[in-house]
């Protein structure tokens, strides 16, 4: 079974900081991969996908994630964050193809002070 | 597009009563997912729907926890009885199921039980 792991739990940075969440996963087939972000008291939105091509991924909001396969790393970035980054990130990753189920990590907690 | 839509936003109630949550898909959605989120263990997928069928329900807890979809525009997610353990955040979410979509996440439904 596939799996996701999410390095980080908590990151607080100030604004401006450059991020980097990392995400590895562990399957050797053909992947999907998301990025989502929950804004507190809000639900999972979508923040960036991967499915084939370039694996340098522009998301929305200036983020970006670049997919590593030689790594099984799927990591998100952004140069300068700002306050109103502040929220949950989770990576998720699913077999390409078919009526898979994505599998999510647990999460990673962002906190950015003005 | 009115997105996933679940009801109620909140629910508190006592232990050993019945919670009811419900969930409407966005319309052409064939794939329907509940998952649960709590600090401890994050984002836990309960079970999923494929064209209004349980395709896996092994994330179910117990049997105090049933599914349902009796229509491709209607889930409910029951708990009967309910304990203080059960509260989360219920999340419904779903996707055309064509494998190469991301999930759409409803609003969720913050459960407490006393």
Known sequence: AQSVSQHNHHVILSEAASLELGCNYSYGGTVNLFWYVQYPGQHLQLLLKYFSGDPLVKGIKGFEAEFIKSKFSFNLRKPSVQWSDTAEYFCAVKKAGGSYIPTFGRGTSLIVHP | ?114
């Open chain 2, 1 to 114: 597009d009115a997105g996933v839509i679940q009801s109620p936003r909140h629910e508190v109630t006592e232990m050993g009563q019945e919670v009811t949550l419900r969930c409407k898909p966005i319309s052409g959605h064939n794939s329907l997912f509940w998952y649960r989120q709590t600090m401890m263990r994050g984002l836990e997928l309960l079970i999923y729907f494929n064209n209004n069928v349980p395709i896996d329900d092994s994330g179910m807890p117990e049997d105090r926890f049933s599914a349902k979809m009796p229509n491709a525009s209607f889930s409910t997610l029951k708990i009967q009885p309910s304990e203080p353990r059960d509260s989360a955040v219920y999340f419904c979410a779903s996707t055309t199921g064509t494998g190469d979509q991301p999930q759409h996440f409803g609003d969720g439904t913050r459960l407490s039980i006393l």
